[in-house]
Structure formats: C-alpha cells, structure tokens
C-alpha cells in the first residue's frame, strides 16, 4: 500500500535529539564540530519518486553547500559520493545500500535503509508519531576497524516536525 505520510517538508528539531554529538563523533568528527553539526539547521523535503514506496529525498544542511539530492530505490543499490562526507569518508567512493520498507509491531510502517560505507556499517530508521507530524530518525553506526570487523555500535535518535506546507482548499 501507498507509504503514509512520508512525503512533505521535515526540519530537524536539534535540541530534541539524543546522542546525536556522539554519532557524529562516532564517524571522526571533533567534540567540537560534532555539537555544531548536531545543533545546525537541516532540513528534508520528501517526494514520491518511481516505484511505489520509493522516494527522492532532497537535504539542506544549512551550510550552503546546495541540496542533496537522492533517490531511495527499493532493494539494493549504490549511491556513489564525492568525498569529504561526514557520514561516508575522506576518499570519494560508493556506499552500497538496501531500502525496505518493515512493519513494526509499536511504530508502524517503518522505512529502513542499511549501508556499508568505508568508515563502516549504518541502519536508519524512520517512522512516523503524533498522527504522522513527526518523524523518528533512528541510527545505529558500527565503524569499521582497521581489520575490517565492525567496532562497537553508536546509536542516535533525530526528531524532525512536519513543515505545514499551504494547500488550496479545494484540494
């Protein structure tokens, strides 16, 4: 069936979070630089994209450096990035990932997306509350060790709230 409710404009409210400065910091970033990233402002607009289920997800970080934008295929697929990335790595490269949808048992319809990064392995999470108003972002990041086994996990929690976008009413 359609997914409910996961298309529109989503803002992180920061200061809702849990762990976030310590997922950042989980992935190399200094304490310091975890905290401003973790506190900045950023923004998702979600849009109903190819198959059914499927979206592109457009993100403004608030640093100016244009909107990302992606398509979350269901099923296995690569995302190839630049470099410089906080969450994939230094060195340019593709991040294999595998979108599903789940139901879950308390929160619902549930859009999951695993990945396999060079700085290690990441599953988030996402459902909605508070009549489909808010999303949960749930992460959990197992970093690569220099042997190639996944370290100790480091989990965060994102909140974003719906942003009321205007509707004619006759819609």
Not at 17 to 43: D, F, I, K, T
Not at 161 to 171: L, N, S, T, Y
């Amino acid at each position: 069936g359609e997914a409910p409710g996961f298309a529109g404009r989503w803002a992180r409210r920061g200061e809702a979070g849990v762990n976030a400065q310590a997922y950042l910091e989980a992935h190399g970033l200094s304490p310091e630089a975890a905290a401003e990233r973790a506190a900045s402002p950023y923004e998702q607009e979600w849009r109903p994209e190819g198959a059914e289920g499927e979206f592109r997800v457009l993100t403004d970080n608030g640093k100016g450096r244009g909107i990302r934008s992606v398509v979350y295929p269901l099923g296995a697929w690569e995302e190839p990035f630049e470099g410089d990335s906080t969450l994939f790595g230094k060195e340019a490269g593709t991040v294999s990932r595998k979108t599903a949808w789940e139901e879950h048992p308390t929160e619902g319809r549930t859009h999951v997306t695993e990945s396999a990064t060079p700085l290690g392995w990441e599953t988030t999470r996402r459902h909605l509350e508070e009549g489909g108003g808010v999303m949960v972002v749930e992460r959990a990041f197992a970093p690569r060790a220099p042997d190639g086994s996944p370290g100790a996990k480091t989990t965060c929690k994102e909140i974003f709230a719906r942003v009321a976008v205007f509707k004619p009413m006759d819609e």
